[in-house]
């Protein structure tokens, strides 16, 4: 039996270790979340070399092709970090988004809307200048893509109705609508082809690479991407989200306003989308057509999904997905297999992430087991502790988030 | 007036009835995935496997049946993949069930381009063929409407009625009932969670691969890519719109059916509205069912899309 005094003290050495444990879990879990991705990557690169090899292909050939065909010259450089900049943007709104809670998949219906809504601006609207042509385009993109984020994030936030199938629908909704633009309304004339007139020039992006077709999308992305950054980890509003990600009860208590924060995110999540399909008009393609940024949309979950969402880790996995995508032609040209790999690469990317939950656990499982240890023996936490021994360098309380 | 009246023809019920089917047996195998808690948002790309293992089965065994059977064997082994990410390993149900779609639909569009290379026109297989119910089929007006079909379609709605049947008045179906409602009291009388909510995902993508097979082996004799066309998306849509009943999520797949059946008709009709239009209807029809039927209902499974923890935690 154990006496009062000798109890207490049992219990204050107890709350110590507990305390230590939480921040060495927490130490872990930071190195996991850099190491789950690296590791979900080469996995699923390695499942597809797999598939690559049943069906009689070389991997390594189509890998090489992929990479040459993403940064063999500057000029596949320069078109790897063209792609990656919708995808940063759309990325970035899924990101954002998912922090709240809010899983938007309707980045392929807002990169359309977004497209619409910059092309009327930057196709009809003549003699102005350059500083205010953009902005404008931009601007109207912008408010294309919240629309269409609006739609579906109103009736989550107010009934909870199903934001998959609702944006999704949106989504085929409006390729229905683009379809019919470029071939009616908007048709460039005499309407041979299924696209819109050349935008004005006082709309179109610079370039920014001498010798490439580089052009201002990527800066905007990455600036944006650290935005938010900034917004979502810096400011009262990011706290906001991510109350309302991590516990809505909580949030509700606390009182935030989850309707009006949810409406937010899909505002700005959808808005983000449109800004994608915006700069691809006004930055590469320079008139609209039916498929301009074909399967972004469902991509941009893979990039958010890969970075942990986190701002900043978009721009590196949306630079990746860039790489794939600038990259792909050339594989099925020199292997024979088609460019829907990085469909389904990215997929099981997404996969493997999201089933690392589980790998995610592993350090608070594991430390939960080794107390029950401890308290079994004697109560107070040991030196040998294997734990201890490779992450405690650091004294507990000053790295916490 | 005539005109529109002109649309409504014999053919048209019929092509309902037929278009209706795979929205159908996808959505009664959701129904019971759901009543067991889980949502399966991979239901999409188990249309697609379907539809393509169908065409691959009935292609190297030159029969449409051996065909059905290599969809629903896709869609058995989907199906359990599903179950194991999103039981056993607790992930996002939501987040899987996207990444499933889009590796299905980039999966089914990449192995056929490998296996059968590019072609002018897909290749063609033996598909499951109509079989018309003696006597039946000859009831004016109806009987060629209901009994003129292949047998997989008459399974689906046979489906609703025993799904129905068992979910209801079975003790099968108060276990699932249970699971699906509140796990741990359920696991407290000796119900096995796991195992229903595994049994549940399996049969979901059997049944969701079924109704693949329908559009690739029933509709059409061939593979084409993304042929599922948001079918199991829709079939999510009247699972809600149904209130978690295999009835009302036959009705719902009856309307979606009708909306595929009447896009279709009014573009051979020469209808003047554009066909891009006329090809989303059935997404708006979609779109405004869940958005009216939100599914805010005391139908709704309450542990739906919450991962089962065995013990309590900490």
Not at chain 1, 254 to 266: C, D, E, P, R, T
Not at chain 1, 382 to 391: A, H, P, V
Not at chain 2, 103 to 128: C, H, K, N, Y
């Amino acid at each position: 039996m154990i006496d009062k005094k000798s109890s207490n003290q049992l219990d204050a050495i107890r709350s110590l270790s507990l305390d230590r444990l939480d921040f060495l879990v927490r130490r872990f879990e930071r190195l996991f979340s850099f190491l789950v991705p690296v590791l979900a990557v080469l996995a699923a690169m390695a499942l597809i070399s797999v598939l690559i090899y049943a069906l009689g292909e070389n991997p390594l050939k189509a890998y090489k092709a992929l990479a040459v065909g993403s940064f063999g010259t500057v000029y596949d450089f320069a078109n790897s970090l063209n792609r990656a900049a919708p995808l940063i943007l759309v990325g970035l709104g899924v990101a954002i988004a998912f922090r709240g809670g809010v899983f938007n998949i309707g980045g392929e219906g807002q990169i359309m809307m977004g497209g619409i809504t910059a092309t009327i601006v930057a196709v009809y609207i003549t003699g102005l200048p350059i500083y205010i042509h953009i902005p404008l385009t931009l601007l109207a993109g912008f408010i294309g893509g919240a629309i269409w984020g609006f739609i579906p994030g109103y009736f989550y936030a107010k009934h909870g109705t199903n934001l998959i199938i609702t944006t999704i629908m949106l989504n085929d909704i409006a390729l229905g609508i683009l379809s019919t633009l470029v071939k009616g309304p908007m048709v460039e004339p005499p309407g041979y082809y299924p696209q819109t007139p050349l935008v004005q020039p006082s709309s179109i992006l610079p370039l920014i690479w001498p010798g490439t077709r580089l052009h201002a999308g990527l800066v905007l992305a990455v600036l944006a991407a650290f935005a938010f950054y900034i917004i979502l980890f810096k400011t009262p509003f990011g706290y906001e989200i991510r109350t309302v990600g991590e516990n809505q009860t909580a949030a509700k208590h606390a009182g935030i306003n989850v309707f009006k924060n949810q409406i937010m995110l899909m505002l700005i999540s959808g808005g983000l989308g449109g800004l994608a399909g915006t700069v691809e008009i006004i930055g590469a393609q320079y008139r609209l057509r039916a498929l301009f940024l074909p399967n972004y949309g469902y991509e941009a979950l893979a990039v958010a999904i890969l970075a942990q969402r986190n701002p900043l880790g978009v721009i590196i996995s949306g630079l990746l997905f860039g790489a794939l995508k600038a990259g792909a032609g050339s594989m099925q040209r020199a292997t024979n297999l088609p460019m829907s790999l990085i469909a389904i690469l990215s997929g099981v990317i997404i996969l493997f992430v999201i089933a690392s939950g589980i790998l995610m656990g592993l350090p608070r499982y594991m430390a939960k087991k080794r107390l029950a240890k401890m308290e079994e023996t004697d109560g107070s936490p040991t030196n040998k502790s294997w734990l201890r021994n490779i992450f405690l360098k650091k004294e507990p309380g000053k790295d916490y988030e | 007036m005539n005109n529109i009246l002109s649309l409504f023809t014999e053919e048209f019920f019929y092509a309902t009835i037929r278009m209706a089917s795979p929205v159908i047996l996808a959505a009664t195998g959701e129904v019971f995935l759901q009543r067991s808690g889980i949502i399966n948002l991979g239901m999409e790309s188990m249309v697609i496997y379907g539809a393509f293992f169908g065409v691959l089965g009935s292609a190297l065994t030159g029969s449409g049946w051996m065909g059905l059977a290599a969809a629903m064997l896709a869609g058995t082994i989907t199906g359990l993949l599903y179950g194991f990410i999103v039981i056993t390993l607790k992930a996002n149900q939501s987040v899987t069930g996207t990444a499933f779609n889009i590796v299905g639909i980039g999966l089914t569009s990449f192995l056929a381009r490998v296996i059968w290379g590019i072609r002018e026109l897909p290749v063609q297989v033996d598909t499951i063929k109509p079989w018309s119910v003696p006597i039946l089929n000859k009831i004016p007006f109806i009987g060629h409407i209901l009994f003129d079909h292949s047998p997989l379609v008459y399974l689906a709605y046979i489906l609703v009625g025993v799904a129905t049947f068992v979910i209801f008045k079975t003790t099968w179906g108060l276990k699932v009932r249970a699971v699906g409602e509140n796990p741990r009291a359920a696991a407290s009388i000796g119900i096995n969670v796991y195992a229903w909510r595994y049994f549940c995902a399996i049969l979901a993508g059997c049944l969701a691969s079924m109704g693949g097979a329908v559009l690739s082996l029933v509709d059409l004799n061939m593979f084409v890519d993304g042929m599922s066309g948001g079918r199991g998306y829709f079939a999510l849509a009247t699972v809600i719109l149904g209130r978690w009943h295999p009835v009302g999520a036959a009705i719902g797949g009856l309307v979606f059916g009708a909306g595929n059946a009447l896009q279709m008709r009014m573009q051979a009709f020469g209808v003047k509205i554009p066909s891009d239009l006329l090809l989303i209807l059935p997404f708006v029809l979609a779109f405004l069912a869940v958005v009216i039927f939100h599914g805010k209902s005391s139908a709704k499974p309450a542990a739906l899309a919450k991962p089962y923890e065995k013990e309590a935690t900490i």
